[in-house]
Nanobody, 115 residues
């Protein structure tokens, strides 16, 4: 059974930084496609960043240059470093995994960017 547990969300002022972490069990992040998605109120869930088993990385245009996705294969975790945060980054952030045709989601963590 796959479990993804996010942590690190919270309230931050515009221009600030947060680091989200996703601890995975039941899968090996090194051989899976791992990603972060977000969903703002009244909007559809959208891709933020993904990292594939071959280490290729993809970012949404809206976060390029500000967010960095990484993984720690010793801890089996995936992280999202978010810098220069903007109010429009406010959303629930979800960790996602894909291995073969099997998708899993975490429960989400709230990120609020406000002064």
């Amino acid at each position: 059974q796959v479990q993804l547990v996010e942590s690190g969300g919270g309230l931050v002022q515009p221009g600030g930084s947060l680091r989200l972490s996703c601890t995975a069990s039941g899968i090996i992040v090194r051989v899976s496609t791992m990603g972060w998605y977000r969903q703002a109120p009244g909007k559809q869930r959208e891709l933020v960043a993904t990292i594939r088993s071959g280490s290729s990385i993809n970012y949404a245009d809206s976060v390029k240059g500000r967010f960095t996705i990484s993984r720690d294969i010793t801890k089996n975790t995936v992280s999202l470093q978010m810098n220069s945060l903007k109010p429009e980054d406010t959303a629930v952030y979800y960790c996602h995994s894909n291995f073969g045709n099997f998708d899993s989601w975490g429960q989400g963590t709230q990120v609020t960017v406000s002064s």
